[in-house]
C-alpha cells in the first residue's frame, strides 16, 4: 500500500477513536446495547468464573440478547465501531466538534484538548 493511502487510513481511525470515545451518547439504542456487550465480554473474557458473571451481566443489561443489536457486533468490534462512527458523523456532524490543531490541522485527543499530541502546540 502506498504511504498516502496508509496516512489516510490511520486519520480515519482516529476519527473514528475520537467519536467512540467522546460522543458515546450520540449512539443508537441498539448501537449502545453491542457496544456494552462487546465491551462486557472483553471485560470478563479472562476471568474463571465466566458462566456466574454472565449471568449477572444479563441481569444488569451489561450483555444482551438483542438478535439486531447483536447482529452490529457480526464483523467485529472493531468493524462496528467504524460503522458507528461513520453513522454518528452522517446523522449528527452538526453536535461533534472536530478539535483540530490550529497549528498543525490534525485531530485533538479529546474535543476539550488545548494541546496537540503530535506537534506540542499550546492553545490555552
Ligand atoms: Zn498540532
Known amino acids: 500500500m502506498e504511504k498516502e493511502n496508509l496516512a489516510i487510513i490511520v486519520m480515519e481511525k482516529d476519527k473514528q477513536d475520537y467519536i467512540i470515545n467522546h460522543y458515546l451518547h450520540l449512539m443508537s ?41 447483536l447482529s452490529l457486533l457480526d464483523n467485529g468490534l472493531e468493524k462496528f465501531n467504524e460503522n458507528t462512527a461513520r453513522r454518528i458523523i452522517r446523522d449528527h456532524i452538526s453536535e461533534i466538534f472536530f478539535n483540530y490543531c490550529p497549528n498543525c490541522g490534525k485531530l485533538a485527543r479529546t474535543p476539550t484538548a488545548k494541546q496537540c499530541r503530535f506537534c506540542y502546540y499550546d492553545w490555552h
Open 29 to 69: 439504542p441498539k448501537e449502545k446495547l453491542a457496544y456494552k456487550h462487546a465491551h462486557s465480554l472483553l471485560k470478563i473474557d479472562q476471568n474463571e468464573d465466566i458462566d456466574k458473571i454472565k449471568r449477572v451481566y444479563f441481569k444488569a443489561g451489561w450483555l444482551t440478547k438483542d438478535k439486531s443489536a
